[in-house]
C-alpha cells in the first residue's frame, strides 16, 4: 500500500506560483510513475501531469503546459506551477500508477488526500 501526502497548496494571486509537493512511504517509489491530477468546484477529476518511474519522461495537458512542471526525487514528486490563472483554483491530487502510459485517461492505483489551491483575479 501506497501513501501519499500532498503540501504546499494556497492562495495566490493571479500571475504567481505555487509549489506542490507529495511524499511517499513506500520505499519502492520508484516503482511507480506518478501524476498530478486536479477537481475544480461541480467538475470532474482531469489530468494534470504525468512523471515516469526514472524521471526521465513526462506528459502535460494541454491547459498547463509550459506553465507547470513535474520532478521527482527520492520519495517526493513535485509540481512547480508558474503563470498560475483562476482557472487553476482546484483541490490538486497526487496519484503513483503501476503504469505511465495511459495514466491520463486511467488515472492512479493510489491517491493523496489532496491540498487546495486558489488562484484569485
Known amino acids: 500500500q501506497v501513501q501519499l501526502v500532498e503540501s504546499g497548496g494556497g492562495l495566490v494571486q493571479a500571475g504567481g506560483s505555487l509549489r506542490l509537493s507529495c511524499a511517499a512511504s513506500e520505499p519502492t517509489f520508484s516503482n511507480y510513475a506518478m501524476g498530478w491530477f486536479r477537481q475544480a468546484p461541480g467538475k470532474e477529476r482531469e489530468f494534470v501531469a504525468a512523471?515516469?518511474?526514472?524521471?526521465?519522461s513526462t506528459y502535460y495537458a494541454d491547459s498547463v503546459k509550459g506553465r507547470f512542471t513535474i520532478s521527482r526525487d527520492k520519495n517526493t514528486v513535485s509540481l512547480q506551477m508558474n503563470s498560475l490563472k483562476p482557472e487553476d483554483t482546484a483541490v490538486y491530487y497526487c496519484?503513483?500508477?503501476?503504469?505511465?502510459?495511459?495514466?491520463?485517461?486511467?488515472?492512479?492505483?493510489?491517491w493523496g488526500q489532496g491540498t487546495q489551491v486558489t488562484v484569485s483575479s
Open positions: 496519484a503513483a500508477a503501476v503504469s505511465y502510459y495511459g495514466m491520463n485517461r486511467r488515472g492512479g492505483d493510489y
Open positions: 512523471i515516469n518511474r526514472s524521471g526521465t
